[in-house]
C-alpha cells in the first residue's frame, strides 16, 4: 500500500494556515472577545468611567487566576507534596505584581476626574469583592463577619463559608512541617480554622531549625520562602492601593459606607505568615 503524502511544514503557506486555524476557531470566539467587550457598561458620560471598569474588570480577572493557583498549590501541601506548589506560588506572586501595576492606571485619575461619576458607583466599593474575601481567607485573613454582606448571593456566601472553615494555605504547611518531623503543638495542627492563626514560639522555632539546615530541609525551605513572596507582593498591592486612594479621595469615606484609608493603612499590620517574618530576626 502506498503511503499517503502529506505537504511539510514549510510547503504549507501562512494564510492556508490561517484559513485551516480560522475553520475550527478563531481568537475571538476562543477567548469569547464579543462578551467580555461588552460588559463595560459605564453609567456616566464621564471620560475616566470606562478606564476605572477595565481596571476592576481586569483585577478580578487576576484574582480568578490567583485564587486556582492558589487551590492547586495548597492541594499539593496537602498531599505532603510540596514541589509542583513552588511553581504555582511563584505565579499567585507575579499575579499580584500585576494587580499592583493596575493601582497605577488608576492613579491616574484625579479627584476631579473621579467625582465625575462617581456617584454613578452608588453602594458598590471594592470591598464588596468576593473573590478577593476568597482570596484572603485561603491565605489566612479569616473573620466570619466579612461574609455577611454576601448572603444575598447563596452560591458565593456558600463558597466563603466553605474556605473559611477549611484551613488556609499557612495551616497545610504547618501540618506538611510537623509530618516533616518538627513537631508542633497539637493545638497548632489541628484548630478552628475559622478563626485567624496567632503566632507562636514554638511554630517560630521549627522554621528557624528549618532555616539553619536548608539542605536537610530543602522542600519546607523552598516551601516558606515562596510563601514569603507571596505576603511580600501582597503587602505591596496593599499599599498601593492605599495610596491611590489617598491620592484621589483622601480620608473620605469610601463608596458602600467603607471607611476607606484609615482601614487600608490598619489592613497593612496584618500578617498571614506571622513566623516566617519573626524567625528572620532569630537566625
Do not use: C
Amino acid at each position: 500500500m502506498t503511503e499517503p503524502s502529506y505537504p511539510s511544514p514549510s510547503a504549507v503557506s501562512v494564510e492556508d494556515q490561517a484559513i485551516h486555524w480560522d475553520a475550527q476557531l478563531s481568537y475571538g470566539t476562543y477567548l469569547q472577545l464579543e462578551s467580555l467587550l461588552s460588559l463595560q457598561q459605564p453609567r456616566s458620560t464621564a471620560h475616566d468611567e470606562l478606564m476605572f471598569i477595565v481596571v476592576h474588570q481586569a483585577a478580578e480577572l487576576w484574582l480568578k487566576l490567583a485564587i486556582a493557583e492558589l487551590a492547586a498549590a495548597m492541594t499539593e501541601i496537602g498531599r505532603g507534596n510540596p514541589g509542583p506548589a513552588f511553581k504555582m506560588l511563584s505565579r499567585v506572586s507575579r499575579i499580584q505584581v500585576q494587580l499592583t501595576e493596575s493601582w497605577a492606571v488608576l492613579s491616574t485619575l484625579t479627584p476631579a476626574d473621579y467625582s465625575a461619576f462617581r456617584q454613578s458607583l452608588g453602594q458598590s466599593s471594592g470591598f464588596q469583592s468576593y473573590q478577593y474575601r476568597q482570596l484572603e481567607f485561603m491565605l489566612g485573613n479569616k473573620n466570619p463577619a466579612l461574609i455577611r454582606a454576601h448572603r444575598q448571593h447563596p452560591q458565593v456566601y456558600a463558597t466563603l463559608e466553605r474556605v473559611l472553615q477549611e484551613p488556609s494555605v499557612y495551616d497545610l504547611s504547618l501540618q506538611l512541617l510537623h509530618a516533616s518531623g518538627l513537631t508542633l503543638p497539637a493545638d497548632v495542627i489541628e484548630r478552628d480554622f475559622s478563626v485567624p492563626y496567632s503566632a507562636r514560639t514554638e511554630v517560630e522555632a521549627a522554621w528557624a531549625e528549618v532555616y539553619r539546615d536548608p539542605e536537610s530541609y530543602w522542600d519546607l525551605y523552598e516551601l516558606a520562602e515562596k510563601l514569603v513572596d507571596v505576603e511580600h507582593q501582597f503587602q505591596i498591592w496593599r499599599f498601593s492601593h492605599m495610596k491611590t486612594v489617598e491620592r484621589i479621595i483622601g480620608h473620605k469615606r469610601g463608596t458602600g459606607g467603607s471607611s476607606g484609608v484609615s482601614y487600608l493603612v490598619r489592613a497593612l499590620e496584618l500578617r498571614f505568615f506571622p513566623e516566617l517574618w519573626t524567625v528572620r530576626t532569630r537566625l
